[in-house]
């Protein structure tokens, strides 16, 4: 497939020279993983959401999670040191990403942030991650997450 949007997580990608294979699909508002993995008849487990939180002091964070499970935020808070975490808003969410709320990728964002990966990820051979676009995931080997970006593993999963 050559016909796919060039975002900033694809030109990020390019830049790093990481094999990705890409994958569109129709983009249904609320339909999250779920809906995303069924499209492309893959394993929800495999496809990692991409996930904008801040601290107590309002400081941004990546957490890449699997599509079936969610983020402890009490753990992930003790985890990292602070007194709290919780998910941002769309809005900042977007300002600090430079992607739209439904299609944010941990890769190319406009601000530098921590990231922080569910350890069980990297036990995965591929992964399903978002592309930067409501629509559009890439298809990489999960080891390549330690490869292009800085990441912490975290055991931080619940069901």
Known sequence: MTDYPVTPAIRFLREKRAEFVPHLYDYVERGGTGESAKQLGVDEHAVVKTLIFETNERKPLIVLMHGDRHVSAKNLAR?????????????????????????????????????????????????????????????????????????????????
């Not at 991650?129 to 292009?148: M, P, Q, T, Y």
Request: charged share 25%.
């Open 79 to 159: 985890h990292i040191g602070v007194k709290s975490v919780e998910p941002a808003d769309a809005a900042r969410a977007s300002k600090w990403t430079g992607y739209q709320f439904g299609g944010t990728s941990p890769f190319g964002t406009k601000l530098s942030m921590p990231v922080y990966v569910e350890k069980t990820i990297f036990d995965l051979d591929r992964i399903y991650i978002n592309g930067g676009k409501r629509g559009f995931l890439v298809e990489i080997d999960a080891s390549l997450l330690r490869c292009v970006l800085y990441v912490e593993e975290v055991d931080v999963a619940i069901e």
